[in-house]
């Protein structure tokens, strides 16, 4: 069974408006954190956002939140603002305390911000 | 400070030979990771390491994989007998330790290509 899931492969978002990435996650793991990256099309990856599986309050890093839902067990990301070069490839991550560090990736959503 | 090196950043191989990829993590980085991204999708988890050794190893694709780490530094994937399959972008990161809340730092992968 797939451990992350995003369901969008594709989102369009008009410049400065507000978008919102889907991730779903499967563990019985009670410690576990969640992470989102950003991948442009020059192949980086660049660390936006985590969330812990006990923090009690939603993450927030400048324009990006984290929509932490428990009981769903979702981390959606939420992207407030849309800028042009926030076009790239999201991916969300799970790790999970017993794995001992390693990060599981979802697919990924490619995200393209419309002028 | 210098972020997480890799090379090549390009690799062109015929089936059957054997290649040697590098990381160099961020210096002082204890946690080491190996992921694959095929062409379209998400990070594969291969192999970890703490320090010199590798606690696990339960991504490794098959036995032509191999990994090691020296000097709690460097780290060096090699796959034998390369495969048309193995073709992706294999990406390293470090970390400061393993677990919890530890950013992992991504280098800018190296591009496989196997003919």
């Known amino acids: 069974a797939q451990k992350i899931t995003q369901t969008q492969p594709g989102m369009f978002v008009q410049e400065k408006e507000a978008v919102t990435l889907d991730c779903t996650y499967d563990?019985?793991?009670?410690?576990?954190?969640l992470f989102w990256y950003k991948q442009p099309s020059s192949g980086e990856m660049i660390f936006l956002i985590y969330?812990?599986?006990?923090?009690?309050q939603n993450a927030t890093e400048g324009r990006y939140s984290l929509n932490f839902q428990k009981a769903r067990k979702s981390a959606n990301l939420v992207i407030s603002a849309s800028q042009l070069g926030d076009s790239a490839m999201y991916f969300c991550?799970?790790?999970?305390?017993?794995?001992?560090?390693?990060?599981?990736f979802g697919k990924g959503t490619k995200l393209s911000v419309k002028p | 400070g210098a972020g997480v090196s890799q090379s090549p950043s390009n690799k062109v191989t015929e089936k059957g030979k054997d290649v040697e990829l590098r990381c160099d993590p961020i210096?002082?980085?204890?946690?080491l990771y190996w992921y694959r991204q095929s062409l379209g999708q998400g990070l594969e988890f291969l192999i970890y390491?703490?320090?010199?050794?590798?606690?696990?190893k339960s991504g490794l694709p098959s036995d032509r994989f191999s990994a090691e780490r020296t000097g709690g530094s460097v780290s060096t994937l090699t796959i034998q007998r390369t495969q048309q399959e193995d073709s992706a972008v294999y990406l390293c990161?470090?970390?400061?330790?393993?677990?919890?809340?530890?950013?992992?730092?991504f280098g800018p992968g190296t591009r496989l290509t196997v003919l």
């Open positions: 990161a470090s970390s400061l330790l393993s677990g919890g809340y530890n950013e992992q730092f």
């Open positions: 563990t019985s793991d009670p410690s576990y954190g």
């Open positions: 969330q812990g599986s006990y923090d009690q």
């Open positions: 991550a799970m790790r999970e305390q017993r794995s001992q560090g390693n990060l599981i």
């Open positions: 210096s002082g980085h204890t946690a």
């Open positions: 390491f703490q320090g010199n050794s590798a606690p696990d």
